[in-house]
T-cell receptor, first 112, second 113 residues
Framework: DAGVIQSPRHEVTEMGQEVTLRCKPI?????LFWYRQTMMRGLELLIY????????DSGMPEDRFSAKMPNASFSTLKIQPSEPRDSAVYFC??????????FGQGTRLTVV | GDSVTQMEGPVTLSEEAFLTINCTYT??????LFWYVQYPGEGLQLLLK?????DKGSNKGFEATYRKETTSFHLEKGSVQVSDSAVYFC????????????FGKGTKLTVNP
């Protein structure tokens, strides 16, 4: 298996623009997680899904952030409108129940 | 709420030195504890874990023991290598698996030849 695949690896966008981050989990995994990593706050769980259903989105910072999982092999994290303080590395991870999470390589987002 | 506190970095060591990275936690129940490692430009990888008190997790020469009495899960390695240079994260999960992982801030380790 190729592991968790995220795209793009790097994204530079202007403030106010819409940004969409993409994730393909490991085939067969039924949990999917979105994390954000910043120097100030470290790694924060934004939202996670089980069997494509959002279970806990309490970490989503604002209404500008939304996440979807239309099927078992694809998820998106959207920021609209983007702001400079959204600049961070966003990680997607997937797992089976009660097993380790496998992380993608991350998307480095820069909002200018 | 649950939290994880790691020693501040960065940590710089010479090859073959002994490594300790301290980690303490606060949790309402009996969490599972993890160490993850992040190599430059990559995502996090599970290094080791322990699911109950007095369990010792080990992998690649690294060890950590779940100490309930001191709420600690310190990472140790007897002889570090240059290839161990990375950022190390301590984490907990109340649910045993990967749901609701709570991470520490991370400790950057640099090993010089």
């Amino acid at each position: 298996d190729a592991g968790v695949i995220q795209s793009p690896r790097h994204e530079v966008t202007e403030m106010g623009q819409e940004v969409t981050l993409r994730c393909k989990p490991i085939s067969g995994h039924d949990y999917l997680f979105w994390y954000r990593q910043t120097m100030m706050r470290g790694l924060e769980l934004l939202i996670y899904f089980n069997n494509n259903v959002p279970i806990d989105d309490s970490g989503m910072p604002e209404d500008r952030f939304s996440a979807k999982m239309p099927n078992a092999s694809f998820s998106t994290l959207k920021i609209q409108p983007s702001e400079p303080r959204d600049s961070a590395v966003y990680f997607c991870a997937s797992s089976l129940m009660n097993t380790e999470a496998f992380f993608g390589q991350g998307t480095r987002l820069t909002v200018v | 709420g649950d939290s994880v506190t790691q020693m501040e970095g960065p940590v710089t060591l010479s090859e073959e030195a002994f490594l300790t990275i301290n980690c303490t936690y606060t949790a309402t129940g009996y969490p599972s504890l993890f160490w993850y490692v992040q190599y430059p430009g990559e995502g996090l990888q599970l290094l080791l874990k322990a699911t109950k008190a007095d369990d010792k997790g080990s992998n690649k020469g690294f060890e950590a023991t779940y100490r309930k009495e001191t709420t600690s899960f310190h990472l140790e390695k007897g002889s570090v290598q240059v290839s161990d240079s990375a950022v190390y994260f301590c984490a907990l999960s109340e649910r045993g698996g990967s749901e609701k992982l709570v991470f520490g801030k991370g400790t950057k380790l640099t090993v010089n030849p």
